[in-house]
């Protein structure tokens, strides 16, 4: 749960943002949560597998994407009007799904990452001219706001 609390508090979701998740792992799913606890509005989920797509929408997933690559990037883009979505959560640590996270974030916003990179190639001229923050690492369970989540429950 740290983790995909991480990846949203690192991506600065707040309230009645557009949210987009890359991975429906366990990582992937508890960013869904934690999405909606700090108020996101539209919580997108990509992902391929049935049964995650289930679970992403009990846990406040208000849209599933299914497709992979270019064609979801074009998905996403289109279910918010050409913009891009608020804060993207790269859950998963592929080159893919980096490339796919920063794809889909609108000019301004900030991609968390919180998937343990593996060959991933960061496009610095496209995130910079697009004003596109990356932000993330490991989460800290020492941190107070993990603390102060962890809580809670």
Do not use: W
């Not at 309230?15 to 509005?41: E, F, P, Y």
């Not at 916003?109 to 995130?127: A, T």
């Amino acid at each position: 749960m740290c983790t995909g609390h991480h990846a949203a508090i690192c991506a600065g979701v707040k309230k009645d943002d557009t949210v987009a998740i890359v991975g429906d792992g366990a990582v992937g799913l508890c960013a869904i949560i934690a999405a909606k606890r700090l108020g996101a509005q539209r919580i997108i989920s990509l992902s391929p597998n049935p049964a995650r797509q289930k679970l992403a929408r009990e846990f406040g997933a208000t849209d599933i994407v299914a497709e992979r690559g270019g064609e979801a990037n074009e998905t996403v883009l289109n279910l918010t009007d050409g913009v891009g979505v608020d804060a993207s959560l790269e859950c998963v640590g592929t080159n893919e799904a980096m490339q796919m996270a920063l794809a889909i974030a609108r000019p301004g916003s900030i991609v968390g990452y919180v998937g343990m990179p593996h060959c991933v190639d960061i496009p610095v001229q496209n995130i910079f001219y697009r004003n596109v923050g990356l932000h993330g690492g490991p989460a800290c369970l020492l941190e107070p706001t993990y603390l102060s989540y962890l809580l809670m429950f």
